[in-house]
């Protein structure tokens, strides 16, 4: 009788412990597979970053052009066309700040 009662308890605890193994080894999967995918405010964020780093690229580049059209004026060589160039760099440096 006591061996029925002890093979009766240890399959309850095989059954729980194997049940808790299920339920760790689900929830272990799920965030597993959550964790893969980019939430969306880290996308946003990573985003904005781009976003940020290519104006500020964007600024360096219009801000160089004005400075090698400038050099052309100063040295007398700058035609109608690189003034005209300068003029709309500078309209567009200005839009970006």
Avoid: C, P
Wanted: aromatic share 10%; charged share 30%.
């Amino acid at each position: 009788m006591l061996k029925d009662i002890w093979d009766s308890k240890k399959k309850e605890l095989i059954t729980a412990v194997a049940a808790l193994g299920s339920v760790i080894t689900i929830f272990t999967g799920v965030t597993f597979i959550e964790d893969r995918y980019v939430h969306a405010s880290d996308f946003k964020e990573y985003a904005e970053q781009q976003q940020q780093s290519i104006k500020e690229f964007r600024i360096q580049d219009l801000e160089d052009k004005i400075f090698e059209l400038e050099f052309k004026q100063q040295s007398g060589t700058a035609t109608a066309l690189d003034n005209a160039l300068k003029e709309r760099y500078r309209q567009q440096l200005n839009r970006l700040k």
